[in-house]
Each structure stands twice: as structure tokens, then as C-alpha cells.
Nanobody, 125 residues
Framework: VQLQASGGGLVQAGGSLRLSCAAS????????MGWFRQAPGKEREFVGG????????LYADSVKGRFTVSRDNAKNTVYLEMNNLKPEDTAVYYCAARREYNIATMGRGVLYAYWGQGTQVTVSS
């Protein structure tokens, strides 16, 4: 599966953005989707993930209550709705896909086989 992330940009603190990740292929619904981010000089970190059907989600503590992951399998797209953005949310955001659903390991980036190219999110104070 090929992934294309979009929707990044510059926003003031407290603002909102919605990222999209479009996937190619006819089997999008069989992939668990994750969002990760990497800030300059920092390691990549898990942001949120969603199960095949969208019935289960998981979030990093740092974004819980502010970010929402959703998916539309008919459109082969996963979304990351980001509200109340903070300067520390500034990073390149990546979407990723994996076959296996295991909530215990959803945050482990090494288990995702497919990655999008990333989209920059910059939050100004």
C-alpha cells in the first residue's frame, strides 16, 4: 500500500488542523493505521492509531483529548484531527500502515511496514 499524507501547515497555538492520509489499493480496510511525528532533534513518537474498522483507537498521553484519529475505508483515507494545538506539537507527521491489530503494540513504529512521506505541522506561540 502507498500512503500520501497532506494537510500540514502553520497554525497559531490553540488552533486546529486536520491531516489526511490517502492510501492506494483495494485492501485499505485490512490495515491498521497509525500516526507518528518527529520533531527536530527528537526521536519519532507515536501519536495515535486506529483499528481496521475504526472501532478502536489509541492515543499518546500527550495528545489525548486534543487529537482524534478516524478513517473512511470507502475513501481509503485516515484522518488526524488536531485541536488546541501547542508549540510542542510542531513536527513532521507521518501516517503508517500495518496488517496486524494488537493494541499492545500499536505504538511501535518498527512494526509498521508502510509509511507516507510526512507533512510538516508548525505551531507558533
Amino acid at each position: 500500500v502507498q500512503l500520501q499524507a497532506s494537510g500540514g501547515g502553520l497554525v497559531q497555538a490553540g488552533g486546529s488542523l486536520r491531516l489526511s492520509c490517502a492510501a492506494s489499493g483495494r485492501t485499505f480496510g485490512s490495515y491498521v493505521m497509525g500516526w507518528f511525528r518527529q520533531a527536530p532533534g527528537k526521536e519519532r513518537e507515536f501519536v495515535g492509531g486506529i483499528s481496521w474498522s475504526g472501532g478502536s483507537t489509541l492515543y499518546a498521553d500527550s495528545v489525548k483529548g486534543r487529537f482524534t484519529v478516524s478513517r473512511d475505508n470507502a475513501k481509503n483515507t485516515v484522518y488526524l484531527e488536531m485541536n488546541n494545538l501547542k508549540p510542542e506539537d510542531t513536527a513532521v507527521y507521518y501516517c503508517a500502515a500495518r496488517r496486524e491489530y494488537n493494541i499492545a503494540t500499536m505504538g511501535r513504529g518498527v512494526l509498521y511496514a508502510y509509511w507516507g512521506q510526512g507533512t510538516q505541522v508548525t505551531v507558533s506561540s
